[in-house]
């Protein structure tokens, strides 16, 4: 589900008066944070609210969004907030479903472009490490016993931190504009490895079953424009890592396998 804190129509035209909101429908997608889609007669825009305590987080995510907007990535800005409601630009396009070869292409040019801005930058918190592995592995032993022997291999696992990644570009953080790619939802991004956030996208846009043609596309893609080039053996190696880590923090929010168990399928 999208929505956690439900609220009306008539009770954010009153919490932002200046835009004459007439309709307000919740999503479906996003499993943490609240989010609806709010529109006035000439425009609609995302309506946000975080249903954790991260307050500097969202003042970084807001100036990083800036940042990217200026840099050229097509990525949405906050542009009002009143009383722990955020407003975002909404992106022009949809999600994809149907995965193509361009799908493929937009996202590692997009992901080589990131990287090459964030490159060696510095950031104050490191991507894995938030997550607290060693906690989530604990949960997952005495509730899920045969997963958590698929999965314990991530209790030893180390990357080396480039820079600032996103982190969680699955397709639902995107939306195509005929072949116009935007993504958003950086509340997350911290530091991490460029290999490993571009077996994410590949995890994320439904490519285990294709998975060698896809990554061929990608790597050559994402390559032309990176800071840094990645080889194809070490990508497949972290597509693996990226299978795990998400099966575990599926079974973490989740509390069952369901969510999970395609992830570990492909691990």
Known sequence: MGVKTLITLDEINK?????????LTPTTSGIIDTTYIISTHHKSYILKKYER????????????????KLSGLNVPTCIDENKTWFLYEKLKGSTPTN????????????????????????????????YEIPKLLKYTKSNFFSYYKKLQFLNTYRAKNDGLIHGDLFK??????????????????????????????LVGFDTLKRKNYFTNI??????????KKIEKKE???????????????????????????ELIYFC
């Not at 193509?100 to 894995?128: G, M, N, P, T």
């Not at 639902?172 to 996208?201: H, L, M, P, Q, R």
């Not at 990508?235 to 168990?261: H, P, V, W």
């Open 15 to 23: 919490i932002f008066l200046s835009y004459d909101f007439i309709s």
């Open 218 to 227: 990608f790597i050559k893609s994402y390559n032309q424009y990176a800071p």
């Open 99 to 130: 995965i193509e070869i361009f799908h493929i292409q937009e996202v590692a040019r997009f992901l080589a472009k990131l990287h090459k801005y964030s490159y060696k930058k510095s950031c104050d918190a490191d991507f894995i490490k938030s």
């Open 235 to 261: 990508l497949l190696k972290q597509i693996d890592m990226a299978c795990g880590f998400y099966a575990l923090l599926r079974i973490q929010t989740n509390k069952s396998t369901s969510q999970a168990k």
């Open 53 to 68: 305590d991260i307050s500097k987080k969202i003042q970084k995510d807001k100036q990083l969004l800036n940042e990217l």
């Open 172 to 201: 639902d953080n995107t939306v195509f504009d005929n072949k116009k790619i935007g993504v958003f939802d950086f509340i997350d991004s911290a530091c991490g490895n460029f290999t490993f956030e571009c077996a994410v996208a």
